[in-house]
């Protein structure tokens, strides 16, 4: 899978992340084995986490947080996320890296 995969009928993206939450910003890091790393500046407490990267991706895929779905990792820094509803493809990640 590598860390992407666009479901057969285009509509919902899976990224498989590394998460380094606790970061001075939140950012792309880059490849991490299967996974995209991204490091969060939000602090590993109570979900926090969690809700930022949930929050940051909404954002940069240009859909509602609803949309964005935690699907495995909860407690983990390891994460699998479901966006559903986004014309914008996985290179959006990549084009935060080189920034």
């Known amino acids: 899978m590598g860390w992407h995969r666009?479901?057969?009928?285009?509509?919902?993206?899976?990224?498989?992340?590394?998460?380094?939450?606790?970061a001075k910003r939140t950012e792309v890091a880059g490849v991490h084995g299967e996974a995209l790393k991204v490091r969060l500046a939000a602090p590993a407490?109570?979900?926090?986490?969690?809700?930022?990267?949930?929050a940051w991706l909404a954002k940069l895929f240009?859909?509602?947080?609803?949309?964005?779905?935690?699907?495995?990792?909860e407690k983990s820094r390891e994460k699998?996320?479901?966006?559903?509803?986004?014309a914008r493809g996985?290179?959006?990640l990549l084009g935060q890296l080189q920034a």
């Open 6 to 22: 666009r479901s057969a009928d285009g509509a919902t993206l899976t990224l498989s992340l590394h998460v380094q939450p606790g």
């Open 90 to 92: 996985p290179e959006v």
């Open 62 to 73: 240009a859909v509602p947080e609803r949309r964005v779905r935690l699907l495995r990792g």
């Open 80 to 86: 699998v996320v479901e966006i559903s509803g986004s």
């Open 45 to 54: 407490l109570e979900g926090k986490a969690n809700q930022a990267l949930i």
